[in-house]
């Protein structure tokens, strides 16, 4: 029996999955077709170049939304390796530096001293930081001040991301990493599902705490290298 309601609910999660993707490919399918419609119609140069350029931005969705999901469906073999942490977030933050400053949001930073060494796969790592601050700048249209720390707790490198944006309501909480989950106009609902996955590979947590219109901390903690 039990085996039974496991696999109807995995059927039920599957379904829900695959209701989603397919639901997030279909708009740029739809455009797709509508503007190569378009393009079989008499346009003129000018026309045809922007529709061009819209054909690709859609084509650019449905294969960023595939790759996302690959992720999930065959994890990349992660290659670990001994990094300090704090040169991990120093340099994702340094790569988004102009555009928080574009987005008038300026970014601090409280980095522990000493060295915190973590087996970890970089580019995965940094894409999960990245995600963090992008979202914490989307969460501040005004502007603001993000944040970042790192300190040492017992055998973890605990990772704090602290902004000072629009905060995310309780009952929205639970909802956060589910896939296609956005209150974005433009958003995916991707970034935070990535997020928990490849911290989960590293053998991390990622906890929430947030306050509407006061602001919203993630806190990752990871553990230590032994060596
Ligand atoms: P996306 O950024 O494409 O919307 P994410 O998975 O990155 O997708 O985030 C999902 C949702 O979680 C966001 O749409 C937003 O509602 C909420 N969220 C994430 N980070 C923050 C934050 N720092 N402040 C407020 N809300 C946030
Ligand atoms: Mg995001």
């Known amino acids: 029996v039990e085996e039974m309601i496991l696999r109807s609910e995995k059927l039920a999660l599957i379904g829900e999955l695959a209701a989603g993707v397919a639901h997030e490919i279909r708009n740029p399918l739809t455009s797709l077709r509508g503007y190569t ?3 079989k119609d008499e346009t003129s140069e000018e026309e045809k170049q922007q529709y061009f350029d819209i054909l690709l931005d859609e084509i650019e969705r449905i294969d960023f939304i595939v790759s996302e999901f690959m992720l999930l469906a065959k994890p990349k073999v992660l290659k670990f390796n001994s990094k300090n942490i704090n040169a991990v977030l120093t340099q994702t933050i340094t790569f988004l530096k102009t555009e928080a400053k574009f987005k008038k949001v300026s970014i601090h930073t409280d980095l522990e001293l000493d060295e915190l060494i973590v087996q970890c796969d970089e580019n995965q790592l940094k894409q999960v930081f990245l995600n963090l601050i992008k979202n914490a700048i989307e969460a501040m249209p005004n502007g603001g001040e993000l944040t970042i720390r790192s300190k040492r707790k017992d055998n973890y490198v605990v990772i704090e991301f602290q902004d000072q944006g629009v905060g995310i309501p309780k009952e929205k909480l639970e909802k956060l990493g589910e896939p296609f989950f956005s209150t974005k106009e433009s958003g995916n609902g991707l970034g935070l599902m990535v997020c928990f996955k490849i911290v989960a590979d590293h053998k991390g947590t990622v906890k ?14 990871l553990p230590l290298s032994k060596s």
Do not use: D, Q, R
Request: no cysteine.
């Open 37 to 39: 419609e378009f393009l």
């Open 208 to 221: 929430v705490e947030s306050e509407v219109n006061v602001g919203t901390k993630f806190i990752i903690e």
